[in-house]
């Protein structure tokens, strides 16, 4: 009876990921690496895994988060505040179905991840959502420095432009920033998604 191909672990797959972003030390043994691995860190990580509920297993929430978090690590300090933005972000883009490496790279040209962000027009929060939809909708009491109320905010607005342009990124988001016309910011987004997100 032939045998499956050596079975590696997830934890083993889960620390070598771990190592590659630059998570754990450098070290020339398994057992080291797996010594030198932040305690703290793995531990936010299996419970934001366990309460990921966009992916379709658990692996692939473990190399999605691990490997966004590497790059996200750049805006955002603090791991556990970095590991939910990515957890919230995965689920309000997968609601909307928009890629949530697109939606990272929105963020990242929006609000650099600034949860508290205000722009000189009055638009709020992470996706810059502009408080006048709330009024548009009837809902004057969202808050949207929340996160989950910023993010289903903006991946909504941000899908309906793109299906308002049939599929078209640089014209959705042209219209998501209000610069419909212009490509400047649309490059900009689409140079973020392709450098630090894909």
Known sequence: MATAPDKISTQAILLSVLFCAGLLSCSPSYSNVAQ?????????????IS??????????????LVQKS?????????PEY???I???????????????????????????????????????????VMPFWKHEIGRDEDNLIDLQTNL????????????????????????YNGSYGRYTYSRKVIH???KNWR
């Open 36 to 48: 030198k691995a932040d305690d703290e860190l793995r531990q936010k990580l299996v419970q934001t």
């Open 51 to 64: 309460e990921a509920d966009s992916f379709v297993d658990r692996f692939d929430a473990e190399v999605w």
């Open 86 to 128: 990515l957890k919230e972000v995965h689920r309000a883009a997968k609601r909307a179905e928009l890629p949530p490496e697109f939606v990272l790279a929105v963020i990242q040209i929006e609000s650099h991840f600034n949860r508290y962000a205000v722009s000189r027009v009055g638009a709020q929060g992470i996706m810059q």
């Open 70 to 78: 590497a790059v996200l690590a750049k805006y955002v300090k603090d």
């Open 82 to 84: 970095r590991l939910n």
């Open 152 to 175: 289903k905010y903006g991946c909504t607005i941000l899908k309906h432009y793109l299906d308002k342009e049939e599929g078209h990124w640089a014209d959705a988001l042209a219209r």
């Open 192 to 194: 973020a998604w392709s």
